[in-house]
């Protein structure tokens, strides 16, 4: 733990200027992002005397090993920025907006020539017009097999469209009279576009009029005597009606809002929302927000650090004209004009004392107290199992402190081909998929010139890599080439400096390594980081059979009780490693079963491979043919044509041509080739063919 007051900067040092600022800890992380009106006042707030500090923040001012901030014109400026920095570092003790759902929505794709009603999820696009969010994808498809009926608006796709087209015959839902069947012209595509604006109509509150409509076509159907016809707008009515029971009018003149509801403690709160358009509730949402590592937060905090990022990463069709809250942020002239700027229009945040909205937002209110006492009861059984986990393994492993960072690394292969590597991280016993990471290995070279490619040689190797990779990071703040080491990026990887505070790939040292693997593995592993000077970074092996736990220089394992949450702990994370190393490996081994011989061929690209292929048909084929009609080929001039013949001339004298599937020899130039080996050598190769489960350590 750092002492504040080492790097409290010196309060002349602070401006007084709005702005926001960046506490990062001994290893440049982000830990917490916040803003002020006056830096100077918030920072001082947090340098004070330690003891007087709420519990939470002293530990965020004493993980903390600098502060820096960033001077901007207005609090309008200060909240974009804020939940840009916090979107992009996700820091540990800021409020989490946990509700990783992409809630789907009803689309009408109103910029193609034929619209399309669709259920869409994740970003907005352009000529789209989405009502919506919805709690599940069937309430949306149960409201649009019901307006069918009405409005016969195109649902295929782009492919089934096309191909009725070509075939001048319409889907299933055009013969029972639920598309209007644009596709084989029973609509022109004025009419059809008609037909999508009248459904968007509908959706976006306006639905009195065409109940109206069909009740008047009806009385006229009847008195014309035209029974069908009555009959066919009868179950029209009928079918609107029902669409319009699933959503009940709760706010009076067609009211755009979103509603939110928030129950908290010291350490949670639970968050409702009800999304009402055209003053009828269409979705409903709920997530956690963990506030324990920022402080004694208000609720007037969390609503203000709630909007922003639920807001911040929006569509302007996201954001309603109204915006009710159980209790105003404390800047709400800033947060609406920054929600304002968002939508492009005047967007009202309110917190609502009487009538209606009150009356809803009481409701939304309980729905969130419920959902918070949901939370705590399934949360406290998880957290305490995670904890007692964490204390187990240092307790049994005797670590110095609690392993709240582990790695693990596994090896996949089949028979020595194709071999690669996994590294996946827990952080308080919960995967952190973002760090995962992907090796290929290369193998350790030998003094007679072979390659070591063991399941030892292959751990040393990663570790050796991977530890070097951190001590860069951790002495050098400019960029790490990983691609010439072969590694496989992860999602949201990338190098930093010192400046930026992104994660680098490598850039966090682990407390507890864990490999697949016994004594062996474990030796080679605590070799590597003995190599390397690592000495504060615990070593342990978990082997399958027994599940038995190895320490590096022990000659007997530990053996953990089948009851503990510590051995279920270490079981997790190498499942994990094991699924990602698989994974991996099937990639690589799917890649190399489906070589051609001109891959290996240098300075044959992509485009000119195909245009071989389009010219010749096969390789067969290629390999037959001359130089002067392989240099004919678009794009393949003379020194090309010659490398690409003479190096499909030496493939074929020296490699069989061999079908995957049976393992069968097609060709027998090797037939020919005179037997060296003496009758009496042993026989080291495998008779069968691969076996086709990987091999893991």
């Known amino acids: 733990m750092a002492d504040p007051s080492t790097y409290r900067p010196k309060p002349g040092e602070i401006p007084v200027d709005p702005g926001v600022y960046k506490f990062r800890d001994k290893d440049r992380r982000v830990i917490y992002v916040g803003k002020a009106k006056s830096l100077r006042s918030r920072l001082s707030s947090y340098f004070q005397d330690i003891a007087a500090l709420h519990p939470r923040t002293r530990t965020m001012v004493t993980t903390g090993a600098s502060v820096e901030w960033t001077v901007v014109r207005n609090e309008v400026e200060a909240l974009q920025l804020e939940y840009s920095w916090i979107k992009e570092f996700d820091p540990r003790f800021n409020v989490k907006y946990r509700d990783d759902k992409s809630y789907p929505y009803l689309a009408v794709t109103m910029g193609e020539e034929f619209p399309r009603a669709q259920v869409m999820r994740g970003s907005k696009r352009k000529g789209t017009r989405y009502f919506g969010p919805y709690a599940h994808a069937w309430a949306i498809r149960e409201t649009l097999d019901q307006l069918l009926r009405v409005f016969p608006v195109r649902t295929c796709s782009s492919g089934v469209f096309k191909r009725a087209g070509q075939v001048g015959r319409p889907c299933l839902l055009g013969y029972i009279d639920k598309c209007s069947a644009p596709c084989v012209g029973r609509v022109t595509a004025d009419e059809h576009r008609a037909i999508a604006e009248e459904f968007c109509d509908f959706m976006a509150g306006n639905t009195g009029r065409f109940v109206k409509r069909l009740q008047r076509e009806m009385r006229a159907a009847s008195a014309d005597l035209d029974f ?11 079918a609107l009606e029902k669409a319009l029971e699933r959503s009940a009018v709760v706010l009076p003149d067609a009211t755009d809002a979103d509603v939110f509801g928030i129950e908290d403690d010291e350490l949670e709160a639970a968050v409702q929302v009800f999304h009402v358009r055209g003053g009828r509730i269409r979705g409903q949402r709920g997530w956690v927000v963990d506030k324990q590592s920022e402080g004694d937060l208000g609720l007037a905090d969390v609503v203000e650090r709630l909007l922003g990022q639920v807001y911040g990463g929006e569509s302007p069709e996201g954001v309603p004209r109204e915006v009710l809250v159980p ?7 800033a947060m609406a004009e920054l929600l304002t700027e968002i939508r492009g229009s005047r967007v009202e945040l309110r917190m609502p004392q009487r009538g209606d909205k009150r009356t809803l937002m009481e409701t939304v209110n309980r729905n969130a107290k419920q959902s918070l006492a949901r939370h705590k009861v399934a949360r406290a059984g998880d957290l305490t199992a995670r904890s007692q986990a964490l204390q187990d393994l240092q307790d049994a492993l005797e670590l110095q402190q609690a392993p709240l960072r582990i790695e693990c690394f596994d090896v996949s292969h089949v028979q020595g081909t194709n071999v690669v590597a996994s590294m996946v991280v827990f952080e308080d016993g919960l995967p952190r998929k973002g760090e995962y990471r992907r090796f290929i290995v290369r193998g350790t070279p030998q003094p007679d010139g072979s390659v070591r490619l063991d399941d030892t040689a292959a751990m040393d190797e990663i570790l050796t890599r991977r530890f070097r990779h951190y001590l860069q990071d951790r002495d050098n703040a400019g960029d790490i080439e990983l691609d010439e080491a072969g590694d496989e990026p992860g999602p949201g990887s990338g190098p930093i400096d010192e400046t930026t505070g992104k994660p680098k790939r490598f850039a966090y040292p682990p407390q507890l390594v864990v490999v697949d693997g016994g004594k062996p593995q474990v030796d080679a592993a605590s070799h590597a980081l003995e190599m390397l000077g690592i000495d504060d970074v615990a070593v342990v092996g978990l082997a399958k ?18 009851t503990s949450d510590g051995l279920y702990l270490l079981q997790r994370v190498r499942d994990e490693a094991h699924r990602f190393a698989i994974t991996f490996h099937r990639q690589r081994r799917s890649k190399a079963m489906t070589r051609s011989a001109l891959d290996d061929i240098p300075g044959l690209g992509a485009v000119r491979r195909k245009a071989l292929l389009r010219e010749f048909g096969s390789v067969k084929r290629l390999r037959a043919a001359s130089i002067e009609q392989i240099e004919a080929v678009s794009g393949i001039g003379p020194a090309l044509a010659a490398t690409v013949h003479s190096h499909l001339r030496e493939d074929d004298a020296t490699t069989p041509a061999v079908n995957l599937t049976t393992g069968e020899v097609l060709d027998d130039n090797l037939d020919n080739e005179p ?16 076996n086709e489960k990987e091999t893991t350590r």
């Open 228 to 238: 069908e016809t009555a009959a066919r707008r009868r179950d029209d009515i009928a």
């Open 327 to 333: 209790a105003l942020p404390p800047e709400p002239e």
């Open 545 to 562: 059979r027994l599940e038995e736990v190895w320490l590096p220089g022990d000659d007997f394992p530990v053996i953990l009780p089948r």
């Open 675 to 690: 037997d060296n080996e003496p009758d009496d050598a042993p026989n080291d190769a495998p008779n069968d063919a691969p």
